[in-house]
């Protein structure tokens, strides 16, 4: 998975189809793949490989456990959520 990739502090890169992409986007963890020809490879490893890992592992980390933990609770808090 991408996110963890760039949580370990490695780029990742991915294809423009499916989720994955969001994920490296909002991270600025890696590239985008749009097409599979040489040349777009070339320049997504080239973007990758470029990236700020450090600034790419503060990012990852606001999808960590205690982010998840207090939206779900926030959530499941709400009236509309069923504890009404």
Known sequence: MPIESIACGTPAVVSAAG?????????????????????????????????????????AARFGQTRFRREISSWLAKPWAGNA
Do not use: F
């Not at 599979?36 to 080239?46: E, G, Q, T, V």
């Not at 490989?49 to 990012?59: P, S």
């Open 19 to 59: 989720g994955a992409r969001e994920g490296v986007q909002a991270c600025g963890g890696g590239a985008v793949l749009e097409e599979h020809s040489n040349d777009a490879w070339k320049s997504a490893l080239d973007a990758a490989a470029a990236v700020d890992r450090t600034l790419m592992r503060e990012q």
